[in-house]
């Protein structure tokens, strides 16, 4: 018999069999695995190109005037423009701003931008793509005024390269809708006028100690659905649920803070804004409102029973040596 170090020839056979076999399965599900990627590769290659809603058309791009060229560019990564060809763009300027905001001014840099994709269902989405760029105006704000104005189904993206207040965008989506070759994309200016009056009480009032954006935005809301609700036919019905949403939401405002909420939804009353058609995103918004503000009362009550469970350790410790 032939010996090859020491084994037989036929066992180093057997084991070269089994090596070979070996290898061809470790090649078979190479195979198998390689396939599989190189199809992902393909299908993901495939999704690069935006698919274009040929009922609503393109989505729409709206940056600000003041925005340099590496700014814009900047921007349109932020809201996910990779093709330029399958977004609408339009700018939004000062001339515009006065349009939509009677009050504004018209030399104000236009920073804050957005991108509006129009949708069949699903409510009215917000993101805030730079939050640390957009300092009042929350993406609920954004979604309240955007009720208000008539809008009722999009995905709205807002960016800005620098810190702005956030209004801009507010008036970029106006225009995109305006712009638009659909004439049922049209909004009523006399509800983009008072919906940009809200967002402009609803960032004051936020600004009142004691006032979180999350409280002023659920009282917003709240007032909104109780006006769907009762039909107010007069101002003091409107002045009626004011008083009576500050009292539940035990929110106590100045006389002139109050008056401004008067002034606000007596004018919503005059438009005869159905806010009706829109009761589930009020009913929906108010939730996710109430939820928010009690967590986080339950995490500021944690805390400081922490720090009062400490200042009374401390305490004790300094009495020893007193």
Partial sequence: MKWQRGKPATFQKGRKKRML???????????IALGFTMNGVAKASGDNSTVIDEKYGKPIVATG????????????????????NNVEEIT?????????????????????????????????????????????????????ALLTAGIKNAEVEVASPLKVTGHSALVGI???YDNSDKSGDKLNSDRTEVASQELSVATDLAKKEGLSNDQVTQLLTEIKQEIANQHPATKEDIEKIVDDKLK?????????????????FDQMRKLNINFGSVKSELSSLSDKLSDKI?????????????KDFFQNIFDAIRGLFQ
């Fill in 65 to 84: 005037a003041a925005l340099s060229a590496s700014q814009k560019a900047e921007v349109e990564k932020e809201l996910g423009v990779d093709d330029a």
């Fill in 294 to 306: 009690n967590k986080a009362a339950g995490d500021k009550d944690f805390w400081q029973s922490v």
């Fill in 92 to 144: 939004v300027t000062g001339d515009d701003l006065v349009h939509y905001i009677p009050d504004g001014n018209r030399n104000s840099n236009m920073y804050s931008s957005a991108k509006i994709t129009r949708t069949d269902s699903g409510g009215i989405q917000v993101n805030i793509v730079t939050p640390e760029n957009i300092t009042e105006v929350t993406a609920d704000m954004y979604k309240n």
């Fill in 21 to 31: 076999k070996r290898l061809g399965w470790i090649w078979f599900i190479a195979m």
């Fill in 248 to 264: 539940d939401l035990n929110i106590n405002l100045s006389d002139s803070d109050r008056q401004l909420l008067y002034d606000l």
């Fill in 174 to 176: 106006y225009k995109a």
